[in-house]
């Protein structure tokens, strides 16, 4: 959401990054709609001034019964008239316009390059070596099947496509990895755990972006409410209608929740396996902060979910989203890709993003300085830290043996007490 007397100030910014993200948003469309609600305003306004004034000259007239008071009367119930009429053309203006606002996306950092998808993005660094393999390294769905800790038919019958049921170490090692992950950034990073809602109302939706553009690729129960894309919109949402004290800025928060996702786009990509589930699990990481201190912030959101991947011993490498690829919210995106052996390429396994103002101003959350009277919009940030899933297929598929068993990262053996899962 913006402000359009920003909009206004910073146009020629504005309209380039709509160019650059390739939106067929109308900039001149919106400036219109803006017109039209000013000027009803504006009538409305003058209409309840010109009431007032013949409501006091009204009380003015002592003979309450004479052709005086009655015209006075008339005249006043007139412009009542007028004004609910304004009223009602005021309010379908309003719901115009900011109908309007709350499809804009984000506009994007300066920083971020230009370009039309995917393939224009740009590789910041990589870290560590892919292991090179004596024999063709096997896809992850085929060793989980093949350990008989991983079903896709049964899952398929229960729920249909796109679901998993793991058995045995593979669940066990998708609580550790949940365990692992939260007690690094809460012990190494200051987050703070949260176990949040996984059933959210449309205006939590709304305040994150996930409305009302995103709504075909979200689970919507029959009473109204959504199942979380992502803990990012019920965790975001804590400081949704309040204004917090600056002192107690930045606040990090951890969470690990299931997610479900419809995949509406997404009809013949990773059909087989983990990848792309409607139901998958992931710890999250939000950063609420102020202005000062938004852009260090990111910085260390990053490194904690790098760290989670140094710490597994997985190669990856980080990259900075261009134009066409940077997501409707986000002002800058950031994506950790793993090394995944069988696709011979990397893979997106967590995608951090900072959103500036943008997501505070759709949820009204705010903080206020000591020294000030004025509030300001809180800086949000978020990133996975990392998907439990994919973390899962980077383990089995970098760690695997020629044997079909799996090697447990050092990190984890504390956590799964093995060092070895295998049938």
């Not at 800086?379 to 973390?391: D, E, F, I, K, Q």
């Amino acid at each position: 959401m913006f402000d359009i007397n920003w909009i206004k100030n910073n146009l020629g910014y504005f309209t380039d990054s709509l160019r650059k993200r390739r939106s067929d948003i109308n900039v001149d469309d919106l400036l219109k709609l803006d017109e039209k609600r000013r000027h009803y305003l504006v009538e409305l306004q003058t209409l309840q001034q010109e009431r007032n004034e013949k409501s006091k000259a009204i009380g003015a007239i002592k003979d309450k019964s004479g052709s005086e008071f009655a015209r006075a009367k008339e005249s006043v119930n007139l412009i009542n008239d007028k004004i609910e009429k304004i009223k009602t053309s005021t309010e379908s203006a309003e719901n115009e316009f900011y109908d309007f606002l709350g499809c804009i996306p984000n506009v994007l950092a300066k920083e971020v390059p230009e370009g039309k998808d995917e393939n224009d993005n740009v590789v910041i660094f990589t870290h560590g070596t892919p292991r090179k393999f004596s024999v063709t390294p096997k896809p992850h769905f085929e060793l989980g099947e093949n350990l008989g800790m991983m079903d896709f038919e049964q899952a398929a019958k229960i729920s249909g496509s796109r679901f998993v049921n793991l058995k045995g170490q593979l669940s066990k090692l998708e609580r550790a990895l949940a365990n692992f992950m939260l007690d690094t950034h809460t012990e190494e990073f200051g987050f703070t755990e949260v176990s949040p809602s996984l059933l959210v109302k449309s205006n939590a939706m709304y305040g994150t972006g996930q409305l009302p553009k995103f709504h075909e690729d979200s689970f919507q129960t029959k009473d109204g409410m959504w199942l979380i894309p992502t803990s990012e919109v019920s965790v975001t949402n804590m400081v949704a209608d309040k204004i917090t004290d600056h002192s107690l800025l930045p606040l990090r928060y951890t969470a690990y929740t299931p997610c479900f996702r419809s995949e509406a786009g997404s009809a013949g990509k990773d059909t087989r396996g983990m990848i792309r589930l409607h139901q998958f699990y992931k710890v999250e990481l939000v950063i609420l902060s102020d202005e000062e201190s938004a852009h260090s912030e990111y910085e260390l959101l990053m490194k904690a979910a790098e760290a989670i991947l140094k710490k597994l011993e997985l190669p990856y490498r980080k990259v900075l989203l261009c134009s066409g690829d940077t997501g409707f919210t986000s002002q800058k995106t950031h994506d950790l890709e793993v090394w995944l052996p069988s696709q011979n390429c990397y893979r997106e396994i967590s995608s951090c993003s900072i959103f500036g103002e943008w997501q505070a101003r759709r949820m009204n959350a705010r903080y206020r300085k000591k020294e000030e009277k004025d509030t300001r919009f809180i800086h949000t940030m978020n990133g996975s830290g990392l998907a439990v899933g994919r973390t899962i297929v980077a383990i089995m598929e970098n760690y695997q043996n020629e044997d079909g068993s799996i090697t447990v990262p050092e990190v984890l053996k504390k956590y799964m007490g093995t060092t070895l899962l295998c049938q």
